[in-house]
């Protein structure tokens, strides 16, 4: 067998490739969530070659190989096969030149501008979609945001390779329910990050099942619960904080601000198909369960939170990608009035986009360090803005709109880099928060208004909520300083506000 193959990316070529390299027919290949989502998504990366490496020996498979494919009485190849994905022509002879050392017509620097990243295709009858390593999407300006990627590297026959993502690949329904696809690529972004042991599918499969009497067999699998995805996250020595999703402005909230920090989230929620309706409601298709990945800040400006008319930057989020084990890579998922789209087929219509996703949890796997969750930060965020709005009739001409926040997850290493980029703040005070020592991790809201930034509140991330966890004060505008330091010495203030969260912010400004 030839150890390598080039073709003219096409939609229609890589289904016929699909099959060729599976044991799933065409007609399975050509009817998958994925087949579609694949050519819109390679439309929009501009794909023009694949490059097929045949025989290719992938870890995550092997390890559900052995724990189950091969007792199997059908003798199923352990051999996967790695489709490489370029946006600029390749043909035969050029691919050949490299391989032979003549840079002529086409070079190896050349190879890695062109790279799209690849797809492992499994030998298995059905779920063949393996390990899916491709580019994001253009980021177009900012309005969209990965930041839970990493880099990864792919050997092309000597040729080094790399892509900037996060792994993916479908459920096999044997080795890993959709919640294991999901924690698989949730640590391979943890991983990284936290410096731990990424399980494959399998492995994520019994660690989350170890403990629990299970009515029905662990392998094949049928799904996960919150509580084993939250012992599997326990199992590689990481901490599960499990969220509520059903509200959207902490849904989007606690998404951006955790994914700042380049901590991925695990989403569950109830899938309803709206093409089968029976009486007025739609029907349950059942539990989900993704790995947010990125989101898009479509919206315009923020909306006022409730009742307080707190703007927070995150409430611009107007879709978040995700990696969907029935759909694809950053699959899309738009914010409506409690649901999410996505790109599931309805049973009776046929028609992508008919099925909903409701929000129900999020958990979210954590260092054992970082102690203070979101949902502390922004309480006293929000009161702590509450006081400064009421401040803003006295500062007229200084603050024409009210304060925007910017709240997120961060180490210090990230927080000195940006603020030595910092243009209004002033060079002593850049000097002193340079050199003052801080926690490894630190969640940091920024203030700002449409004249510039006005301050950034830093609180230590590793502290106890009944500490005095808030850590320094940026200044970027003085007028806004001078009125909270007299404001932090009026003894009302003091006796109304003492032992309050938000007292700890003004406090700062009192010394």
Known sequence: MERYSIHVYSIATLKRLLAEHSEATSFLVEKKLHSGYFENYFRALQAKTIIVETAYIDRDFLEDFSAYYVRCFHEYKKTCARFHFFNRQIDNPAFEGVLDGCSNALTTPELQASYLGFVVVKPLPETIIGRTCLRTYDRDKGRRDFPITRQYEANLFGIPLTVDTLAFQEQDRVAAACATSALWSVFHGTGKLFQHHIPSPVEITQAATEHWVSETRVLPNCGLTPEQMAYAIRKVGLEPLLVSAKNEFLLQATVYAYSRGHVPVLMGVTLRDMSDMQGAEPRDLGK??????????????????????????????????????????????????????????????????????????????????????????????????????????????????????????????????????????????????????????????????????????????????????????????????????????????IENLSGRSEWRILEWFSK
């Open 288 to 493: 989900h369960a993704v790995a947010v990945t990125g989101y898009s800040l479509g919206k315009p400006a923020p909306k006022p939170y409730a009742s307080t008319g707190f703007l927070l930057q995150a409430s611009r989020i107007d879709k978040l990608y995700a990696h969907d084990d029935q759909v694809g890579p950053f699959a899309r998922m738009e914010l409506g009035p409690g649901y999410l789209t996505t790109s599931w087929k309805g049973r009776k219509d046929g028609k992508s986009g008919s099925v909903r996703a409701v929000p129900t949890l999020l958990i979210i796997p954590l260092y054992h360090k970082i102690r203070i969750p979101f949902d502390s930060v922004l309480q006293t965020v929000i009161a702590f803005d509450a006081i400064v709005e009421g401040l803003r009739p006295k500062l007229t001409g200084v603050f024409p709109d009210r304060l925007r926040w910017d709240i997120g997850l961060t180490t210090v290493n990230e927080f000195k880099s940006d603020l030595l980029s910092a243009q209004p703040v002033k060079t002593n005070q850049r000097r002193a928060v340079l050199g003052r020592p801080l926690p490894h991790y630190i969640w940091k809201a920024s203030a700002s208004t449409t004249q510039g930034p006005a301050l950034d509140l830093v609180f230590d991330a590793t502290d106890i909520e009944q500490g005095h966890f808030l850590s320094l004060v940026v200044e970027y505008n003085s007028t806004l300083a001078a009125v909270l330091r007299s404001l932090s010495r009026e003894k009302t203030v």
